[in-house]
C-alpha cells in the first residue's frame, strides 16, 4: 500500500470524529501528527509502510470502549496496537484508528494460584519477568517483544509448549471489549464460546486484560548450538528421531542461521524444563544434542527464561526490513531437508533465518476441538523468515535490487515447501498473499469459530487474525 505521512494522516483524519474522541479521551492522547504520533506507528517491521490517521494511547478499558463507540459512529476502520511485532502491520489499517494498548502493560501475579493478570499490552518478557520474581514462568514465545495476547490468540507456540501446552492453552480468562463498545468477562463458564474462540481463534474483540496460569519453571537448561551446514544432512536425520522421541520436558527449535562468520549454520534450541540436574547431566537429553557432529558453537547450561528471551530479542532487532512465511510438516527429513538445505545456502541476507518449531507432548493431548486452535497431532511449524536493512537498495552479493531478491527467496522456498506440508499453517504468520492456507488453518472447528465471528462481530470490525471467508473453504 503506499505510504502516508504523518500530515497526511492529520489532513484525513475527520474533524467530527476527533472531536468526539477529545470529548471522551484526553486530547494528549490522540495523535494525529508530530513526533508522538511518528512514535507511536514504528514497527518492528520498518517494511510497513501502512499510516493510520488517529492513534489513541489507551490507559485503560473505558478508552478503549470511547475510541471503539467513536469509530462506529463515523465509520472508521480499527485496528489494535499491543506489541507491534508483527511482520504484516495489522496493527495498523489505512487511514484508520489504532488502539495503542502499550500503554496497558501492567502485570499483577498471584502467587497463591500462580497466575498472572495481564494488561492488553504486556510483553512476552513483561511477563516472564514478573513472573521469576515470584519463582514461576509463562508459556511464551521465543521473543520477548512479542505482545502477550496477541501471540495467545493466535495460539503461541515456545519452548515450553511440551512441558505446559500452547500459550492459548494457558489463558485462564479474559476482559473483551466487542465491535459495539460492550464488556464482557470471558472464561470456561463465561460466554464460553468467545472464550474458545480466543484461544487459537484470533481476534474477536479487544482484550484489555488476560489471566494467564503460570508454572514453577522460572530457570530452564537451554542455549544454542550451531553446526556447520556441510553437515547438515546427518544432523537433521539424527535429529528427526530425537524430535520424534522428546519428553515433554525437552522442546527443540532448528533450523538454518548465518553464523558469526556469515556462513550459514544449522541452528539447534533445546529447552529443558524439567529437573535442572537431569537436564545439565553431561550425558543427558540437552547436552547430546552437542554431540550430533563437530559444532561451531554450543553454549548450554542453567538460564532465566528472561535471558533466553532477550537473547532472541538481540537475534532480530526492530527496525530492519522483512516479510515471513509459514508451513507445516511432520518431519524434516528427505525432501523437506533437501529444500531448506538449499534455500539456507541461497540465504540473500545475513539477517534472514529458516526455524522450525516443535509440536508434541502436552500440546497434542487437548481434543481438536477443545479450543479453536486448528492442528493438536505432532508436527513442525516452520517460520521462513526474510530480513535485510532498512534503505538497502542491493542484495549482500552487491547485485540486483534487495528487496527483490529477498522476496524472492521466500516466495521461492515457500512454494518448494508445499507439495511436502500439511494444509494450512500458523495463523500469527499468515497474511493476504496465502488465503489458501487460511482456509485450512482451522480444520473442523472452523464452522464454530465462524459462527461466534458472526455472533460477536458480524461487521468484522476486527479483521488482524485470517479467517477463512465460509466453511467451504475448510
Not at 527467496?409 to 518448494?416: F, G, I, P, V
Request: charged share 20%; glycine share 12%; hydrophobic share 40%.
Amino acid at each position: 500500500m503506499p505510504s502516508r505521512t504523518d500530515a497526511d494522516a492529520d489532513e484525513t483524519a475527520d474533524t467530527a470524529f476527533l472531536a468526539e474522541l477529545r470529548s471522551r479521551i484526553p486530547a494528549d492522547r490522540v495523535l494525529t501528527g508530530g513526533p508522538e504520533y511518528t512514535r507511536a506507528v514504528a514497527l518492528f517491521n520498518a517494511a510497513v509502510d501502512v499510516r493510520p490517521s488517529v492513534v489513541v494511547r489507551c490507559a485503560s478499558t473505558t478508552d478503549v470502549q470511547a475510541a471503539i463507540r467513536a469509530s462506529c459512529n463515523h465509520g472508521v476502520p480499527l485496528s489494535v496496537r499491543g506489541g507491534g511485532h508483527d511482520f504484516w502491520g495489522r496493527a495498523f489499517r489505512p487511514g484508520g484508528l489504532v488502539l495503542d494498548l502499550t500503554a496497558m502493560r501492567g502485570v499483577q501475579v498471584d502467587v497463591d494460584h500462580r497466575y498472572a493478570t495481564v494488561g492488553g499490552g504486556a510483553l512476552s518478557s513483561d511477563v516472564v519477568s514478573a513472573a521469576e520474581r515470584a519463582g514461576l514462568t509463562a508459556v511464551t514465545g521465543t521473543a520477548g517483544s512479542v505482545g502477550m495476547v496477541g501471540l495467545t490468540l493466535g495460539g503461541g507456540y515456545g519452548p515450553l509448549l511440551g512441558q505446559f501446552g500452547l500459550a492459548a492453552d494457558n489463558l485462564l480468562s479474559a476482559e473483551v471489549v466487542l465491535a459495539d463498545g460492550s464488556r464482557v468477562n470471558t472464561d470456561a463458564e463465561h460466554h464460553p464460546d468467545l472464550f474458545w474462540a480466543l484461544r487459537g481463534g484470533g481476534n474477536f474483540g479487544v482484550v484489555t486484560s488476560a489471566r494467564i496460569r503460570l508454572h514453577p519453571v522460572p530457570t530452564v537448561v537451554s542455549g544454542t548450538i550451531l553446526y556447520p551446514i556441510d553437515e547438515s544432512a546427518g544432523i537433521l536425520a539424527d535429529l528427526g528421531g530425537i524430535l520424534q522421541d522428546s519428553p515433554d520436558e525437552l522442546t527443540v527449535d532448528v533450523g538454518f542461521l548465518p553464523g558469526p562468520d556469515g556462513k550459514p549454520t544449522v541452528y539447534v534450541a533445546p529447552t529443558w524444563s524439567g529437573n535442572l540436574e537431569v537436564g545439565n547431566a553431561r550425558n543427558g537429553p540437552v547436552r547430546t544434542l552437542a554431540r550430533l557432529g563437530t559444532p561451531v558453537l554450543a553454549e548450554i547450561g542453567p538460564v532465566a527464561r528472561s535471558t533466553t528471551l532477550a537473547a532472541t530479542d538481540a537475534m532480530f532487532p526492530p527496525g530492519r526490513m522483512g516479510a515471513i512465511r509459514t508451513r507445516t510438516v511432520q518431519s524434516v527429513t528427505g525432501s523437506v531437508a533437501t529444500v531448506l538445505d538449499r534455500a539456507a545456502r541461497e540465504f540473500t541476507s545475513p539477517f534472514s533465518a529458516i526455524v522450525w518449531h516443535q509440536f508434541h507432548g502436552a500440546a497434542t493431548r487437548p481434543p481438536l476441538g477443545s479450543t479453536a486452535f486448528g492442528r493438536r497431532e505432532p508436527h513442525l511449524m516452520v517460520e521462513l523468515i526474510s530480513m535485510w536493512e532498512n534503505g538497502e537498495t542491493k542484495d549482500h552479493t552487491g547485485g540486483g535490487d534487495g528487496r527483490y531478491s529477498h522476496l524472492h527467496w521466500l516466495e521461492e522456498t515457500h512454494a518448494a515447501l508445499e507439495p511436502f506440508s500439511l494444509p494450512g499453517g500458523y495463523v500469527n504468520f499468515l497474511g493476504p498473499e496465502t488465503p489458501d492456507q487460511v482456509a485450512n488453518s482451522y480444520g473442523p472447528n472452523t464452522k464454530r469459530l465462524l459462527a461466534v465471528k458472526s455472533a460477536v462481530d458480524p461487521d468484522s470490525v476486527f479483521s488482524a487474525t485470517p479467517l477463512p471467508t465460509s466453511t467451504a473453504d475448510a
